[in-house]
Each structure stands twice: as structure tokens, then as C-alpha cells.
Nanobody, 114 residues
Framework: VQLQASGGGLVQAGGSLRLSCVASGSIGSINIMGWYRQVPGKEREMVALVSNVGSTYYADSVKRRFTISRDNSNTRWHLQMSSLESEDTASYYC?????????WGKGTQVTVSS
């Protein structure tokens, strides 16, 4: 399974960005898909997850600002980020959980300037 993330970039505080992730390969059925983020020197942290039946989970720090969504194929998912803050600056990694195995995409950098 390969995950390809896109959509990162530089944005001013208060602005918006949309991240997308596409899964390819021997996908089978993705059970959970989502996004994590990491800044240098800190552990990777969960940002948002969505299950294959549409249940969503968010980190407290992004609730009401970020929205995760998925296509009906469950092979493409997105993270709409609004009201971005400097604390959101990080490398964002797309994530998939398939039948007991975790997959990660390469990070896409999000930088929020204040």
C-alpha cells in the first residue's frame, strides 16, 4: 500500500489549506484513514481520523477548525484546515490502518506564518 499526500504549503495565520491523500496498491479494505502531524523534537500526534463507515475523531486542538472527509471509494481522504494557527506548523502524514497493519505516507509540510 502506498499513500501519497499533497496540499501542504505556506499560509498566513487565519488562512486555510486542504490536504489530500491517495492510497494505491493492494489496498483491500482500509479500516481507518487519517492524518497525523509532527514537529522536530516532538512525537507524532493524531490530528484527525475517519473510519470506513464515516465515524470521525479529532484532536482537541483542531476541533471546530479542521474537517476530515473521505471519498466513497475509501481510497482518497482530505483534511480541510481552517483558522490555521502558528501551532499548526508541522509535517503532516497521511495514515491508513488496513487489517492490522499501519501505513504512512511521506510528510507534507504545513507552515503557518503569524
Amino acid at each position: 500500500v502506498q499513500l501519497q499526500a499533497s496540499g501542504g504549503g505556506l499560509v498566513q495565520a487565519g488562512g486555510s489549506l486542504r490536504l489530500s491523500c491517495v492510497a494505491s496498491g493492494s489496498i483491500g479494505s482500509i479500516n481507518i484513514m487519517g492524518w497525523y502531524r509532527q514537529v522536530p523534537g516532538k512525537e507524532r500526534e493524531m490530528v484527525a481520523l475517519v473510519s470506513n463507515v464515516g465515524s470521525t475523531y479529532y484532536a482537541d486542538s483542531v476541533k471546530r477548525r479542521f474537517t476530515i472527509s473521505r471519498d466513497n471509494s475509501n481510497t482518497r481522504w482530505h483534511l480541510q484546515m481552517s483558522s490555521l494557527e502558528s501551532e499548526d506548523t508541522a509535517s503532516y502524514y497521511c495514515y491508513a490502518y488496513v487489517a492490522g497493519t499501519t501505513y504512512w505516507g511521506k510528510g507534507t509540510q504545513v507552515t503557518v506564518s503569524s
